[in-house]
Each structure stands twice: as C-alpha cells, then as structure tokens.
C-alpha cells in the first residue's frame, strides 16, 4: 500500500534545487517559480493528506484513533515551531537590526 506513494514523495525532491536556481537567475523568467510552487503546494497538499489517512492503517483497531490524534498534534506543533524558528534563525543570521 505504501510502495505506490514513495516515488512521488522521492520526486519533491527535484523541487530542492530548483528554487535556488529560478532566485540566481539560472532559469530565466517570472513564470517557472510560479509552475514550480503551484507544482509543490499541490503535491504537498496531495501527499500530506494521503499520509494523515494511511497513518493509522498499520494500528490496532482501538488504536487508530489515538494514532490519528497524534498525528495531527505533530502536524500543529511543526506549523506552531515554523516560523518563530525561521525569524530566529533569519535573525540570528543576518543581525537583529
């Protein structure tokens, strides 16, 4: 069940160096970062919800609930943690000024 979706996940990982690349100006144009975003946020949303409804499948019967929960507690306390992080470490980088 799992074996279908791991090609797709491994494939957003072309999406890593591109994003470099269209901001140096490597792939010209206004466009293709948008392609590109419209591409990931797609698959993203896609895949991350086939990962919340397969999650549990592995469980106990009794246990699904509690393992969806705990799920979608990870997912909240990753979303909470993103961007105080990221304004810390932007910070930290580039000076506090």
């Known amino acids: 069940m799992f074996d279908k979706y791991r090609l797709p996940v491994l494939l957003r990982f072309i999406f890593f160096p591109l994003f470099p690349l269209c901001v140096k100006d490597y ?3 206004d466009i293709w ?3 590109f975003m419209v591409l990931f946020a797609i698959t993203n949303g896609f895949l991350g919800s086939v990962a919340m409804m397969i999650g549990p499948v ?8 509690k393992a969806g929960i705990i799920m979608v507690c990870f997912v909240d306390v990753i979303n909470d943690t993103d961007v105080p992080s990221d304004l810390f470490l932007k910070h930290w980088h580039f000076g506090w000024s």
């Open 27 to 29: 792939i010209p144009g």
């Open 58 to 65: 592995d469980c106990e019967k009794h246990e699904k609930e």
């Open 33 to 35: 970062p948008c392609i």
